[in-house]
Nanobody, 122 residues
Framework: QVQLVESGGGLVQAGGSLRLSCAAPGRTFSTCAMGWFRQAPGKEREFVASISWSGGSTYYEDSVKGRFTISRDNADNTVYLQMNSLKPEDTAVYYC???????????????WGQGTQVTVSS
């Protein structure tokens, strides 16, 4: 298993930006697809974005397209989620995930981080 550690969450006003980071201390996930998921209170965890092992392919949930950007730096074993034009409905706990069985897109995560809270005020 790959241990993932998220950071960068916080409180921001609507229209603002946050950048989430996901690191794997002491491990490498350069051959895995990586992704971000989120879970709002009372709702199921949902897919947000995914990136292939090389960073050449990215995938987004419809509601975040054009506002969020996923990227990765395999040399630093870090995945990022840049979130712009944030809306109150983006409020959730955001989780980083790895899929060690897929190099293109996260379909069935094999590893999860502990989550980081993002709160967007109106």
């Amino acid at each position: 298993q790959v241990q993932l550690v998220e950071s960068g969450g916080g409180l921001v006003q609507a229209g603002g930006s946050l950048r989430l980071s996901c690191a794997a201390p002491g491990r490498t996930f350069s051959t895995c697809a990586m992704g971000w998921f989120r879970q709002a209170p009372g709702k199921e965890r949902e897919f947000v974005a995914s990136i292939s092992w090389s960073g050449g392919s990215t995938y987004y949930e419809d509601s975040v397209k054009g506002r969020f950007t996923i990227s990765r730096d395999n040399a630093d074993n870090t995945v990022y989620l840049q979130m712009n034009s944030l809306k109150p409905e983006d409020t959730a706990v955001y989780y980083c995930a790895a899929d060690q069985n897929d190099i293109v897109v996260v379909t069935r995560p094999t590893d999860w981080g502990q989550g980081t809270q993002v709160t967007v005020s109106s």
